[in-house]
């Protein structure tokens, strides 16, 4: 059976985005493959976080997994920072990547551009290849991600390559998967930017919101003076990201979309939008509210990282053994 891997970082809370862009391919392709969902803490902490936050973050995200339809007796769901050989693995790599690739990552050139280097930390610089160490320790066949992380992705398979030529058949070579509907969810009041936990806030939906802030949200999300509900990103950016957010949640095409509203105003739209995505979360949330302070989360989440350790270190035994490092 082919492998995934995936995770998330609990740097915010989730979003919509995280939700479209990377949990509901997480639950369809978890009936076809091994999938491996992570919480990737050690990522989190490239910028700074605060200590009882980063905490409560942390198993937030494992809940929502499961809340999400993640099913944890199909799907290894664990904690990033409880398997050591991530950074074990991540360090060796960083020993085979050169500095000029990891000055071509464009999401941090556009940070070093936007806050300079000297308040970057060197993790937040080499983060790349911590992210190449979670997907080539499990054999990952496939990485469901956004389209912001493909460039990571495509670095992983570079890494990967260089090792095994160099040293011998080690890792699989991953490839990403990135949906053709909702890889980039726009913020709503800016929607030439990505919908991100850090950004602007009445622009982005959490999937903690309640109903009447989601409502509110996506009532004044910025559209377009035309009036017309028709996909078109280069001229109606507003219009077709909250298109593309309706397709994903109904799984109706961005065509029938367009016909069934043709003769509807954008508040008629955004109204009809509005329902179907609190009938989403909502259910969500309950669930969510359950799991999160029940023994099986920490049961699930144990059982996790005693599978990931398992396989982790084999294949960092396997690695250190091709370079000489085992006596
Ligand atoms: P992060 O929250 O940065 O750890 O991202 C976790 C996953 O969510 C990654 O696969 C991202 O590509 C995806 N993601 C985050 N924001 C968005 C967005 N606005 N649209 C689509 N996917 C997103
Ligand atoms: N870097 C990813 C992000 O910012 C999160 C991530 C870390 C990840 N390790 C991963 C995603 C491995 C896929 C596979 O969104």
Same mark, same amino acid.
């Given at each position: 059976m082919k492998k995934i891997f995936s995770g998330i970082k609990p740097s915010g809370d989730l979003t919509l985005g995280n939700y479209i862009g990377a949990i509901t391919n997480f639950i369809k392709l978890q009936h076809e493959y091994e999938c491996y969902f992570c919480v990737v803490d050690l990522h989190a902490i490239t910028v700074p976080q605060i200590k009882l936050e980063l905490k409560k973050r942390i198993k937030d995200i494992a809940a929502f997994y499961i809340a999400c339809g993640i099913d944890p007796n199909k799907s290894t769901i664990f904690i990033q920072? @409880?398997?050591?050989a991530h950074t074990e693995l991540s360090w060796i790599l960083e020993c085979n990547t050169y500095i000029g690739e990891l000055n071509r990552m464009t999401q941090y050139k556009d940070k070093a551009n936007k806050? $300079?280097?000297? $308040?970057?930390?060197s993790g937040f610089y080499t983060y790349p290849v911590l992210m190449a160490s979670d997907i080539l320790l499990y054999d990952s066949d496939l990485v469901p991600v956004g389209e912001d992380q493909k460039q990571h992705v495509e670095l992983t398979r570079d890494i990967a390559t260089r090792f095994n030529n160099k040293h011998g058949d080690t890792f699989t070579i991953p490839e990403h998967l990135i949906p053709k509907v909702g890889a980039r969810i726009m913020d709503?009041? @800016?929607?030439?930017?990505k919908m991100s936990k850090s950004e602007n806030d009445k622009g982005c939906i959490l999937l903690l919101d309640e109903a009447n802030i989601i409502r509110k949200k996506i009532m004044s999300a910025k559209t377009d003076s035309e009036m017309k509900i028709k996909y078109d990103v280069l001229n109606k950016p507003g219009i077709s990201n909250l298109l593309s957010i309706f397709s994903i949640i109904t799984k109706k095409s961005i065509n029938s979309l367009e016909n069934e509203f043709k003769n509807c105003n954008y508040g008629e739209f955004k109204k009809a939008l509005a329902n179907e995505l609190i009938n989403i979360i909502h259910p969500i949330q309950q669930k969510y509210e359950n799991i999160r302070t029940s023994r099986e989360l920490d049961e699930i989440l144990d059982e996790g990282a005693k599978k990931a350790n398992y396989l982790a270190n084999k294949k960092v035994r396997k690695v250190k053994k091709r370079l000489g490092l085992l006596r």
């Open positions: 920072s @409880e398997v050591h806050v $300079g280097t000297d $308040g970057l930390s709503l009041q @800016e929607p030439t930017k």
